[in-house]
């Protein structure tokens, strides 16, 4: 096999040259960080389970007209990915209360909010990813203001999408985080929503019994986050019915 040229690494995924031009391939690892890469471990399975839900999931947002960076997936580990400018923005929609909102205002973990809520995270491990505002963002020149109203729009969109797909199998979907990019068709410059959408970035209680099943298992040590996300998996359809994860996971091609 070629050697490929690694473009960037990340905490969870790296990024290789793609095979054509504006094209890149995203690989997922098994590792799992929690407060800014304080905490670290190797989950085995992780990376394969992330790939899979986040495949299901860009290609369900691109057959209802959401733009992001998905193509194909290459195999349990990797994409192919549009390669995009990605704009130095963690965009968090919450639903429901909970993690630093709860801790910041007070707010009990759990409490429905009256409507969702976006928040901006500036992407820079050094400074902790501090939370900013619109202003900040036109000021500093991260994004222009029809940027932001378009990334709304899209992580609007993106919540109602995801929120109908968790409840339909029985989880609530508390909060989550997306990134968007730049690409452009030819003069014409579009934003779409890019990096991952798995338990990693998203917030995912049972719906009857309110049991985590995201990245909070791994923060918090309530148990085996392979299980976790395996039951989301299961879940939405990619693992057959009876799919445990105990022997590594067992995904539907």
């Known amino acids: 096999m070629a050697r490929r040229r690694m473009v960037y690494e990340g905490k969870a995924k790296i990024l290789y040259e793609g ?3 504006g094209t890149l391939i995203q690989y997922f690892k098994d590792d799992a960080t929690a407060f800014n890469a304080q905490k670290h471990d190797v989950i085995d399975g992780k990376g394969v389970l992330n790939n899979r839900i986040s495949e299901h999931i860009m290609t369900a947002l691109t057959s209802i007209g959401v733009p992001n960076h998905f193509i194909r997936r290459i195999n349990m580990r990797e994409q192919l990915i549009r390669a995009c400018e990605i704009i130095p923005l963690e965009v968090v929609v919450r639903n429901v209360a909970a993690g630093s909102l709860s801790k910041r205002l007070g707010i009990e973990e759990g409490t429905p909010l009256p409507r ?16 900013v505002t619109e202003e900040h963002i036109v000021a500093f020149n991260w994004a222009s203001q029809q940027d932001i109203d378009d990334i709304i729009s899209l992580a609007l969109r993106v919540n109602d999408f995801l929120s109908g797909l968790f409840t339909g199998v029985g989880i609530r979907l508390v909060d989550f985080k997306i990134e968007c990019g730049r690409i452009w068709d030819g003069d014409y410059q579009r934003i779409i929503v890019a990096d991952e959408i798995s338990p990693d970035s998203c917030r995912l209680w049972d719906i009857k019994t309110g049991q985590k099943l995201d990245k909070d298992v791994f923060r918090r040590d309530l148990g085996s986050l392979a299980d976790a996300y395996t039951e989301v998996a299961r879940r939405l359809g990619i693992l057959p019915e009876g799919g445990n994860g105990k022997r590594g996971p067992k995904l539907v091609h």
């Open 19 to 21: 095979p054509e031009p």
């Open 116 to 131: 969702p809520i976006i928040e901006f995270y500036y992407k820079d491990d050094a400074l902790g990813d501090p939370m």
